[in-house]
């Protein structure tokens, strides 16, 4: 009887992932009111629950392209499916063309919506790839899908 009430208890667990390590994501577009974006990702998910991610994305707005290198770090909790990234800083390495420089990105970013802002993901799978959705977001993003490979 025992042995049954554990089992029911694993059951209704739901799926175990896990995604420590480091994951290449394939890039992805993103369209929203204000631009359109092509960025590609790499992801690393420590063990102690903080994350780092370096991205490169290619930005168009109004008949202009900007390609920024930007490293993001924070926090990421994962509870059965249910991934929550939570961003604490950014460092922006590169702009091109050079149309504001790092520091005014940073500065942008950092009093925009970007930090201590968590975002909610679905984990659709964690093997042999990591695919993971966002979820509760715009209506414009509602298909963010993360396609990612062990690196």
């Known amino acids: 009887m025992i042995l049954y009430a554990l089992m029911a208890v694993a059951a209704s667990a739901g799926p175990s992932h896990n995604i ?3 994951w290449q994501c394939a890039a992805y577009e993103l369209q929203t009111p204000e631009f359109n ?3 590609a990702s790499r992801y690393e998910y420590a063990s102690d629950g ?4 370096a991205s490169t994305a290619e930005y168009s707005f109004g008949g202009n392209k ?6 993001y770090r924070g926090r990421w909790t994962l509870d059965g ?3 929550r990234l939570i961003t604490d800083d950014v460092e922006i390495a590169k702009v091109v063309p050079p149309v504001f420089t790092p520091t005014e990105g940073e500065d942008l970013l950092r009093n925009g919506s ?3 802002v968590w975002h909610d993901y679905e984990v659709l799978q964690s093997s042999p790839s990591l695919i993971f959705e966002r979820v ?3 209506e ?3 298909s963010d899908q993360f396609s990612c490979k062990k690196a």
Request: hydrophobic share 45%; proline share 4%; net charge negative.
């Open 37 to 39: 974006a092509v960025v």
């Open 66 to 71: 900007v390609q920024v290198e930007a490293t």
């Open 114 to 116: 970007t930090l201590g």
């Open 20 to 22: 420590d390590g480091s």
């Open 136 to 138: 509760n977001a715009p």
């Open 140 to 142: 414009w993003l509602a």
């Open 50 to 53: 903080t994350y780092k991610s």
């Open 81 to 83: 499916s249910s991934l």
